[in-house]
């Protein structure tokens, strides 16, 4: 049975992103800490989720970690996090990670239990307020450990690394998750490798989403000397497993793979700042994505104008089907971002990043995160405000919108699951079929043509749909499904008059067995 469709439809947005639109990305703003100090190091970390994001100032007194919100179409402060209990060379903003309303931030030259053993502190949102919730450190904290140098977080557990460790070999290294329970936050479980080794540095980069983690070993020389490797951790039944470990399908000797890694669902990524294949140290980042219980490289990532030194793969980070890669060292130490965009399974690169007053010395591109329509840079040797103070840039995707017309026959593509919320679609002419749940800015369906909306499929019109009529033809719409948005039918009427100056009206309901009480 069709459904027919009400005068007054409901209006469901959506936020999913499918597909590359034609863009830019713009730089909103430069920001900088409100109480900037020479040499603090602000942009040493970033991350933005949502409306939020943070940023890490480790020089300076204990150091801070800065919130700024989205308002409008800027940034701004909002708080500045500091430890209860920080003093002086505690590196408090190594390291920073959010995840929704609470952010994890490191201190690892914090010394309470050990010189330099680190600390992390957990600040959860309240209102517009942040507030100091937990202070964590391992079990049996080791003095130059530095617990914190690298954090993340994700949901109810949080991953650190600490690649000094030697409770089996020099160097070795390990990383702790640590889980919030009803109780607070707590050590779940150390993770070592499987294949544990001396100066292996394991712990040496992490990252957490859902079920994965991933920590990397980027002097791991079981291939080749310092070829470097990433090891993937799966949580089943309250328990983390080694599922894999990653190594470059063409690793040479010292690319340091792993020196930066970040997962986000079945795709992990993996810089290697020193690889070579380019020039000396140009650099590549690695994607691998997860087929079962196995992971497979995907892709190997360049920049498009690989430079000797630059450090491409420094710092990455990736969400959904989006890449950003820092090269802190390209251009004289200017420094650059790249992001690449994935279309199925080809990684393509859709935009090199520099800052509006980038000069040489800034190292942008020291930090890099990737949220939907924003990403977030890290220059921490910007001198803009004072020497190496610091800065983070902002940068906003700009979509372009796309028209999608159907003449019997779908130009430029079938817009049914692609179409974003700035996009047309016109029926020109013939019967067209939306049979994926989309969104668009607004539709319209020409005299003689038609529309089907599948069973169990959601069009959403912002600016609505518009039926349109001529003398001799109308338009119309099939509704297996729902269409969201306001809908409109265009009668046609005819001159007033009789005989040749005027004729009848072409009067019919757009949907085959509606009556015009509906109307």
Request: charged share 15%; with cysteine.
């Given at each position: 049975m069709k459904q027919r469709f009400l005068c007054t439809l409901a209006l469901i947005l959506s936020t999913t992103f499918f597909t590359l639109q034609a863009q830019d990305w713009n730089e909103i703003i430069s920001a900088t800490a409100s109480d900037a100090n020479p040499f603090g190091s602000y942009g040493a970390g970033v991350d933005i989720d949502g409306d939020y994001a943070i940023v890490g100032k480790p020089n300076g007194e204990a150091g801070a970690a800065y919130i700024l919100v989205r308002s409008g179409n800027t940034w701004i402060e909002q708080a500045k996090l500091t430890a209860l209990d920080g003093v002086a060379g505690d590196q408090f903003g190594s390291s920073v990670a959010i995840d929704g309303d609470q952010v994890v931030i490191g201190a690892p030259g914090e010394s309470t239990l050990g010189v330099a053993s680190g600390a992390a502190y957990v600040f959860v949102r309240v209102g517009n307020n942040w507030v100091q919730e937990s202070k964590l450190k391992t079990n049996s904290p080791r003095q130059f450990h530095q617990f914190g140098r690298n954090v993340a977080i994700d949901g109810n557990y949080a991953i650190f690394g600490i690649y000094s460790s030697d409770d089996t070999f020099a160097n070795s290294g390990s990383a702790y998750i640590f889980e919030r329970g009803l109780n607070g936050w707590t050590q779940q479980i150390k993770l070592t490798a499987?294949?544990?080794?001396?100066?292996?540095?394991?712990?040496?980069?992490v990252s957490i989403n859902g079920n994965y983690a991933v920590v990397s070993a980027p002097y791991n020389a079981d291939l080749i000397t310092n070829a470097g490797a990433a090891y993937i951790f799966y949580l089943s039944n309250n328990s983390w497993t080694e599922q894999a470990k990653l190594t470059a399908t063409d690793a040479h000797e010292?690319?340091?793979?792993?020196?930066?890694?970040?997962?986000?669902?079945?795709?992990?990524?993996?810089?290697?700042?020193?690889?070579?294949?380019?020039?000396?140290?140009?650099?590549?980042?690695?994607?691998?994505?997860?087929?079962?219980?196995?992971?497979?490289?995907?892709?190997?990532?360049?920049a498009s104008d690989p430079a000797s030194g630059s450090e491409f793969g420094f710092v990455v980070a990736i969400e959904s089907n989006r890449a950003i890669i820092g090269a802190r060292l390209a251009s004289g130490s200017t420094g650059a971002a790249y992001i690449f965009q994935r279309t199925v399974s080809t990684w393509t690169e859709q935009v090199k990043l520099i800052g509006s007053d980038s000069v040489g010395g800034d190292s942008f591109g020291s930090s890099v995160s990737i949220d939907n329509n924003y990403a977030l840079v890290g220059a921490l040797n910007n001198d803009a405000i004072a020497t190496n103070a610091g800065a983070a840039y902002f940068f906003e995707k700009e979509?372009?919108?796309?028209?999608?017309?159907?003449?019997?026959?779908?130009?430029?593509?079938?817009?049914?699951?692609?179409?974003?919320?700035?996009?047309?679609?016109?029926?020109?002419?013939?019967?067209?079929?939306?049979?994926?749940?989309?969104?668009?800015?607004?539709?319209?369906?020409?005299?003689?043509?038609?529309?089907?909306?599948?069973?169990?499929?959601?069009?959403?019109a912002t600016v609505g749909l518009v039926l349109e009529s001529s003398a001799t033809s109308y338009s119309s719409l099939i509704l297996d499904g729902t269409v969201a948005g306001n809908l409109s039918y265009e009668r046609h009427v005819n001159i007033n008059g009789s005989g040749s100056t005027g004729s009848n009206d072409l009067v019919s309901a757009p949907l085959t067995g509606q009556d015009f009480a509906s109307f």
């Amino acid at each position: 049975m069709k459904q027919r469709f009400l005068c007054t439809l409901a209006l469901i947005l959506s936020t999913t992103f499918f597909t590359l639109q034609a863009q830019d990305w713009n730089e909103i703003i430069s920001a900088t800490a409100s109480d900037a100090n020479p040499f603090g190091s602000y942009g040493a970390g970033v991350d933005i989720d949502g409306d939020y994001a943070i940023v890490g100032k480790p020089n300076g007194e204990a150091g801070a970690a800065y919130i700024l919100v989205r308002s409008g179409n800027t940034w701004i402060e909002q708080a500045k996090l500091t430890a209860l209990d920080g003093v002086a060379g505690d590196q408090f903003g190594s390291s920073v990670a959010i995840d929704g309303d609470q952010v994890v931030i490191g201190a690892p030259g914090e010394s309470t239990l050990g010189v330099a053993s680190g600390a992390a502190y957990v600040f959860v949102r309240v209102g517009n307020n942040w507030v100091q919730e937990s202070k964590l450190k391992t079990n049996s904290p080791r003095q130059f450990h530095q617990f914190g140098r690298n954090v993340a977080i994700d949901g109810n557990y949080a991953i650190f690394g600490i690649y000094s460790s030697d409770d089996t070999f020099a160097n070795s290294g390990s990383a702790y998750i640590f889980e919030r329970g009803l109780n607070g936050w707590t050590q779940q479980i150390k993770l070592t490798a499987s294949d544990v080794g001396a100066q292996d540095f394991f712990g040496f980069s992490v990252s957490i989403n859902g079920n994965y983690a991933v920590v990397s070993a980027p002097y791991n020389a079981d291939l080749i000397t310092n070829a470097g490797a990433a090891y993937i951790f799966y949580l089943s039944n309250n328990s983390w497993t080694e599922q894999a470990k990653l190594t470059a399908t063409d690793a040479h000797e010292n690319d340091l793979l792993g020196f930066s890694v970040a997962i986000d669902g079945d795709y992990a990524i993996l810089g290697a700042k020193n690889d070579d294949d380019a020039v000396t140290n140009s650099g590549s980042a690695y994607i691998f994505e997860r087929s079962g219980t196995n992971w497979i490289e995907q892709a190997e990532l360049k920049a498009s104008d690989p430079a000797s030194g630059s450090e491409f793969g420094f710092v990455v980070a990736i969400e959904s089907n989006r890449a950003i890669i820092g090269a802190r060292l390209a251009s004289g130490s200017t420094g650059a971002a790249y992001i690449f965009q994935r279309t199925v399974s080809t990684w393509t690169e859709q935009v090199k990043l520099i800052g509006s007053d980038s000069v040489g010395g800034d190292s942008f591109g020291s930090s890099v995160s990737i949220d939907n329509n924003y990403a977030l840079v890290g220059a921490l040797n910007n001198d803009a405000i004072a020497t190496n103070a610091g800065a983070a840039y902002f940068f906003e995707k700009e979509i372009l919108a796309t028209t999608y017309t159907f003449n019997n026959g779908w130009l430029p593509s079938d817009p049914s699951g692609v179409a974003i919320a700035v996009d047309d679609i016109v029926i020109a002419s013939g019967d067209a079929v939306i049979d994926t749940n989309t969104t668009c800015n607004s539709v319209t369906v020409n005299p003689g043509a038609g529309l089907t909306v599948n069973s169990g499929v959601t069009l959403t019109a912002t600016v609505g749909l518009v039926l349109e009529s001529s003398a001799t033809s109308y338009s119309s719409l099939i509704l297996d499904g729902t269409v969201a948005g306001n809908l409109s039918y265009e009668r046609h009427v005819n001159i007033n008059g009789s005989g040749s100056t005027g004729s009848n009206d072409l009067v019919s309901a757009p949907l085959t067995g509606q009556d015009f009480a509906s109307f």
